[in-house]
Structures are given as structure tokens and as C-alpha cells.
């Protein structure tokens, strides 16, 4: 192994280390729980439960970040069990860039190993989650770089308009 290879081998396992502790934290677990409960009501309601939470002032501080996270909490919470499963099971693999670049292709012609449903499987609940969250963070992207970059990760599929927006 060269010490390009191993300095990736540590970095993955550092960076998997620190999102696995996040998703089994106590604190992440009861969200994933108090989502799933929010969410299960029509989204008449959980609209109008989120547009009473206070955001402090325009600042968009942490109770701001806390939406974003109950939210893609939310989108995720019914396959929850399935990520943390594949999310435990994925091993650090030096891929080459043809694999890569094969990857890539496949995903975007929809023929992925993503743990991401494809557009067509998402039930109402989770499309209203995404558009909800498309409206709220805006052009605030840069506050999903103050999450979980796991969560993040499992909770917004490529083809949301969302993520088409930063790439752009």
C-alpha cells in the first residue's frame, strides 16, 4: 500500500468514524423518532408546526440549521434502518477513475447501487418534505455544509432541484 493509499484508507476511516457516531448519537436517534412523528400528519399540519418555530431574528442560527436537519431527518426516517445498514457495510475501496467515471454515468442514466429511490418512488410525503425544504433553504446552501455531511448525503438524491441548483 502506498502512502497516498494509506493516507486515504485513514482519512475514510476517520470521516466514516465521525458520520457513523452522528447517526447513532442519542441526540440524532430521537430526532430520527420526533420526525417520523411530525411527518406522519398531513402536511397541512407539519407545515403549519414548522412555520410557528421560531427562526431568531434573520441571523438563520442554529434553530434555523435544526429545521434543515429535522427535515432531512424526516425524508429519511422510514428508510433509516436500511441506510445505517448499508452505510455500515460500505468499506473504504480505492476505486479507479474509469470506475468511478462508470459510476457517475450510471447514476445519472438512473442505474446506480445509490441507497437514493429513484424520482418516481418518492411517496407524497417525502416530495412534499423536498419541496418544503427546496422553499426554505433558498439560495442558503451553504447552511447544509453545517450538517452531517452524511445526512446530506443520504437525504438529497442528485436529482432534486435543490442540488441541480448548486451544481449549476
Known amino acids: 500500500m502506498s502512502h497516498e493509499q494509506l493516507v486515504d484508507f485513514v482519512t475514510w476511516n476517520r470521516w466514516r468514524s465521525k ?3 452522528y447517526l447513532l448519537d442519542k441526540r440524532t436517534v430521537r430526532l430520527v423518532s420526533g420526525a417520523s412523528l411530525i411527518f406522519s400528519a398531513p402536511k397541512v399540519q407539519w407545515v403549519n408546526l414548522f412555520e410557528r418555530l421560531n427562526i431568531s431574528g434573520g441571523t438563520r442560527g442554529d434553530d434555523y440549521r435544526e429545521k434543515i436537519e429535522l427535515l432531512l431527518l424526516g425524508f ?4 433509516w ?5 448499508y452505510f455500515m457495510s460500505v468499506s473504504y475501496d480505492s476505486i479507479s477513475t474509469t470506475k ?6 450510471n447514476l445519472l442514466i438512473g442505474r446506480s447501487q445509490s441507497p437514493h429511490p429513484k424520482e418516481e418512488e ?4 417525502e416530495n412534499g418534505i423536498l419541496e418544503y425544504l427546496n422553499v426554505l433553504v433558498g439560495s442558503d446552501l451553504h447552511q447544509l455544509w453545517k450538517l452531517s455531511p452524511v445526512l446530506a ?3 438529497i438524491p442528485s436529482w432534486v432541484t435543490l442540488v441541480q441548483t448548486v451544481s449549476e
Open 76 to 79: 429519511i426516517a422510514k428508510r
Open 122 to 125: 418518492l411517496d407524497l410525503k
Open 81 to 85: 434502518s436500511c441506510l445505517l445498514e
Open 100 to 105: 468511478q467515471y462508470n459510476e457517475i454515468c
Open 19 to 21: 458520520n457513523l457516531s
Open 153 to 155: 448525503a443520504f437525504a
